[in-house]
Structures are given as structure tokens and as C-alpha cells.
């Protein structure tokens, strides 16, 4: 493999900026210095994605990535789809019609089991419960990306019961403005090209802030092949076309911030064979959410939040095409309120109740072709209460949390988390045990086989983080998942969903980062095995118990940034996947997936120039694929779905202009 001879080469080059240095002169900032400055503010990054109080990453109770802008921009990865095939314990699938989604650890998460979040608000469909991946949410628009890696239902609830990924766009923070426009070609069509702006700015103690990005493409120029060997040319089948708008203001302890999401695509992928025609297939959602920090006493926060989402997920119209026929509107108003104390002890405790009305309604209900168990519309309530303990002693850092709700439709769900934390100098350490659960969406409960429940899943982890010198900091955790009653997606011509017995997996992940003289390079290993841990037919490999379908039990991620002059930098990305299990259209129903996908090395290289004619101007180019192995996205289920291939070689060119 090329990852440890990829590793090597962005060693040598991250080590020749400081051996060309020499001697500084009189007064400068010395290298070995300034590099271990960079390394330290990377490790003392804050966040509070895994915590109800900020915490630096090596004390923060999980296992969790912070991406920042510059790192963003740097890595050449164009949206967040691009950003996640990079990061320990994801990777990609196909769901249906030409739809992606993310599986983690080896286990499927695009139906409610990983919370996405943009700005705070959550994009999960109502329906469903999952979200969409590819073209959609662009690097551009983002000021970073905060990803906890691993559960998170004791704080967010029950769609983060396997990971957390949190976009926060430049809307939040922006002084001043920003534009870009991508563009890129395959072999035989151009794949995408978009266009994104961000403006912010603060007056009279009022700091306003928006982003907006579109863009058109296709998934990809080759030919999907189904299993009853119809064909269709993806070129001219599988246009996605996303738009984002994302606002917020905040004034004294008040923020506000709304947020409107379309994605469509035209797929001629179809469910299980390849559609008639062309479908359109629509997901529209707004959002505005307001809350507001209320510093009640130097020690007591209160913090009142209300957040109402409209969305019209799923939709396909065409009278013709009943088989894909679905049109709906869900709403959902959420109250929240928390309560912050910072006691004399030194010891913090976060505490508060959540509640919402949910409504689904059939758009048409007339035509006979979609209801509610044979009604109109559905409505659901949701309580929830959670408590969060955080000590910091002089031996560990604990902390105790709990979460519980009662749904009206299925039931109630009640999770504890502990964490102990720790850091030793140059080492940290965190153990982390968490109950979580996956709620059933509206779909789930409507299409039961029979009375639906909440999964409930236990996660524990184990990370060790050393610095081993100044520019030098390895982290490897350990992970076990076991989901008890898992929902699970049957199709035999309908669609049904019904819990089943377990599954789960354990494994660990890696990585290695170096940072010299604004140099940097990463490299990652994920593994992953199911061996002992699932008992659901669904995702079983025939002959190998320690594989889930269509995700690969190893994966590397080897990625630097160099910068050989001023102004200039290089950075190269190779991506392994070992190969994959896959359904193949000969099992008979029950059996375990006969299929496999090969390994997978691909190459991906981007250059851009900064300050090019004025300042604040970038232009960059980079290469996806560039040794053409083509992607293929594999279905995690027995879908009927054949693996969908994606692009292959891919040249695209970056335009971005920032005063800010």
C-alpha cells in the first residue's frame, strides 16, 4: 500500500522548510518555536459539541474533530461529503435515487443514527430521518466543522446515536466578505460548479452575518448497471443541484438564526431497478431558532430556546411514477430551557427540559397514493428533561450526565453518560462509556410491521493522546458499539421497518499529525469489526462475520499541507479502502451478501496560489482521482440497490476572494 511511502515523502518535505531556515536572525520568531505554538493551538482548540461548557479538545468528553476554515480550505475536499470520507470511522453508501448518506464504524447511520447540525439547527428529515450527502453544503461556506465521534443522545437526543457532525458557517462570525466560484469536468460532463458568498458585520452592538451557496452537477458520467442488468448513462441521470442560505443576529444576550436547505437531484437509478424515466426527487426545510443567554448571577445562566422547522422532505410528484410518488409536509415546534450554575465548589451543573409538537400531512391526500395509517395528517409530542455534573479534580476531570424522554407515539428512552478525562502534560487520557438511542421517525412508526421502539445502543471508549515532540502528536482510541433492537429497513416490494435483535461493532482508530514551519501533514486508520456483534441478517457478508455490508474494515487517510514558497501550497490526499462486502443480486431473501468491491486507492492533489493580482485573492486547482480508480457508493442494505458508480478523474479550478 502508499500510505507509509506517501507518509514519508510528506515528512521529508515538512523537514525542509526548517533545515533551508538555518540560524534565525536577531529579533525573529525562532521555527522550532513557532512550530510548537502551532501544534499547542491546534491540541487547545475549544469546543463545546460534546459538552454543555466550552472545554479544550484533549479535555473535552469525547472523541472529537475540529476542522477549521484554513484547514478546510487547505485540504482541497469541496463539501461535506468530501470532508467526512477523510475523517477516522466514516464512510459513504448509496440509499436510493441517487441519494448518499454516511455510515460510522462499519454501521449505516443515514436513517436518524448521526445528527447533522448546521448553525445549531438540526437538517435530519422529519420522515425519515436522514440526510442527504454530495454537492451539499459546501467548504466555502463554513467557518468549521466540530465532529464527535461517537454518541452524543445525552445532549442532542435521538437522531446522535452513533456521531455528531456540526457545520457552523461563516454567518456566524464573519466581519466582512467573501465570495467563491468552483468549477470541475469529467471525462464526459462537467461534474459540478457553484457559486458561494458570505457577508458579516456588526453596528451598533448588533453583529449580522449570512451565507448563501448553489451549485449544479452531476454525480457521476459512467454507466449504473442494475441487477436485471438495465443500464442507464448517470451522465445525463444523476444532476444534483443544492442551495443553502444560512442568517444569524445576535444583539446583548440575544441570537437569532434561520436557515433555508433545497437539494434536488434527477435520478435514473431508481429503488431496486433502473427508473422508467428520469425522477425528480426534492428536500426543502427552513428553520429559525432563537434563544438567549440570560446572566441571571455571576454563577447562573438561564438559557430559553425556541426553534420551528418546516420541511417538505422526499418529494417526488410525477403522477406516472407512483412507485416514487411522495409528497409531504412535516413541521416542528421545539422549546428548550437550560440551566447553567457554576457552583462555589468549583464543580459546574447544567440542567433543563425540552419539548415538541410534531405534525406530518399528506400533501394530496386525495389521489389515494400516500396516508397515515389511513389519515391525513399524524402528530406526535416529545418530552425530555437532562442533567449534566462536571467536576474538575487534581486527579480527573469527571463527568456525569443523563438524558430522559417519553414520546407519545412509541415510548420513552432514559440514557446515562460518564466520562473521565485527564491531561498529564503531553498526554491525555479519556474513557467514555454512553447510552444512547435512535427515536423512530414518522415513517418508521407509520410503516411498522408492527409497534415500533427506540434502538438503544452502548458505546465505550478509550483515547490516549501523546505529544510526542513540538511538532509531533499521535491519539488512538478504542471503541465498542452494541445497538440492542436495531430498526431495520426491510423491501420485499413494500417497505417496512421492525426491530430486530442487535448489532454493533468495536475497533479503533489512529492518527499522527506533524506540524512544522506552517507545514503540516495527517495521517489516519480506521478498523472495525462486527465479529460477535451482529445478529441482523440484513447486514451480514456471507463468509466473513467480521464485515457489515458496504462499509470496508480498513480504511487510511494519508493528507499534508506544504508550502514550497510564499503564498503557495501543495496539499496531497491518498484515501485506502480495503474491499467491501455487497448485495449482488443473486442472494435469495435472507441470505447474506455474496458480493464484494475491490480496495480502492485514491489519489486527490490540490495547489492553490494566495494574494494572486490583489490581496484577499486565491485561485487554486486540484485533481480528484487521479489515478481513475472511480468511486462506487454501495448500498449497506438489501435495498435491491446495486452499488452506484460516482466520478472518476476529476479537474477543478477554485476562485475565492476574502476580505474579512
Known sequence: ??????????????????????????????????????????????????????????????????????????????????????????????????????????????????????????????????????????????????????????????????????????????????????????????????????????????????????????????????????????????????????????????????????????????????????????????????????????????????????????????????????????????????????????ASVVAGAEAYAEQGRVNDFANGLLSYQGKRTTTSTNVAGFLEVAADTDWVNLLAGVRAEHHSAFGSAFVPRLALTRVFDLVHVKLLASGAFRAPSIENVNLASEPIRPERTWTFEAEVGWQLSDAVYAVANVFDVTVLRPIVFAFDGSEAYSNEDRTGSRGVEAELHVRRGGNSALVSYSFYSARGKNRVPAYAVAGDPGLLVGFAGHKVVASGQVRPFHGMFVSPAVTVLSSRAAYDGTEAPGEPAAGRVGARVYLDLFTGWENVGAKGVELGIGVRDALDQGTLFVQPYPGGHAPLPGNGREVWLRLRYDRG
Do not use: C
Open 1 to 346: 500500500m502508499p500510505t507509509p511511502r506517501l507518509a514519508a515523502v510528506l515528512a521529508a518535505l515538512l523537514a525542509a522548510p526548517a533545515a533551508r531556515a538555518g540560524t534565525p536572525p536577531q529579533g525573529a520568531v525562532d521555527p522550532d518555536e513557532q512550530t510548537m505554538q502551532e501544534l499547542e493551538s491546534a491540541l487547545d482548540r475549544e469546543t463545546s459539541v460534546a459538552t454543555s461548557r466550552m472545554r479544550r479538545l484533549r479535555e473535552t468528553p469525547g472523541v472529537v474533530t475540529i476542522l477549521t476554515r484554513e484547514d478546510l480550505l487547505a485540504s482541497g475536499a469541496r463539501d461535506l461529503a468530501e470532508v467526512l470520507a477523510r475523517v477516522p470511522g466514516f464512510q459513504l453508501g448509496v440509499d436510493v435515487s441517487n441519494g448518499l448518506g454516511a455510515g460510522f464504524r462499519g454501521i449505516w447511520g443515514q436513517e436518524g443514527k448521526i445528527l447533522y447540525l448546521v448553525d445549531g439547527i438540526e437538517l435530519n428529515d422529519l420522515s425519515y430521518g436522514a440526510f442527504q450527502l454530495g454537492e451539499h453544503i459546501p467548504v466555502d461556506q463554513l467557518d468549521r466543522i466540530e465532529i464527535i465521534r461517537g454518541p452524543g443522545s445525552a445532549l442532542y437526543g435521538g437522531h446522535a446515536e452513533l456521531a455528531v457532525v456540526n457545520v457552523v458557517t461563516r454567518a456566524t462570525h464573519l466581519e466582512g466578505v467573501g465570495v467563491s466560484a468552483t468549477g470541475a469536468r469529467v471525462a464526459r460532463a462537467t461534474s459540478t460548479s457553484g457559486l458561494t458568498a458570505a457577508a458579516g458585520t456588526t453596528a451598533g452592538g448588533v453583529q449580522m452575518g449570512a451565507t448563501a451557496a448553489l451549485a449544479t452537477g452531476v454525480r457521476s458520467d459512467r454507466t449504473y448497471t442494475d441487477f436485471g442488468g438495465g443500464q442507464v448513462d448517470l451522465a445525463g441521470a444523476s444532476r444534483v443541484t443544492p442551495a443553502t442560505v444560512t442568517a444569524r443576529v445576535t444583539w446583548k444576550a440575544l441570537d437569532v438564526r434561520a436557515l433555508y436547505d433545497d437539494y434536488r437531484v434527477v435520478a435514473g437509478d431508481g429503488y431496486d431497478a433502473v427508473a422508467p424515466r428520469n425522477v425528480s426527487v426534492r428536500w426543502r426545510s427552513a428553520a429559525v431558532d432563537a434563544r438567549a443567554a440570560l446572566e441571571l448571577t455571576d454563577r447562573l445562566t438561564l438559557t430559553p430556546q425556541l426553534t420551528y422547522r418546516w420541511e417538505q422532505p422526499w418529494q417526488s410528484t410525477a403522477p406516472d411514477l407512483p412507485d416514487f410518488y411522495y409528497d409531504v409536509t412535516n413541521q416542528r415546534v421545539t422549546g428548550r430551557l437550560a440551566a447553567a450554575w457554576d457552583t462555589v465548589t468549583g
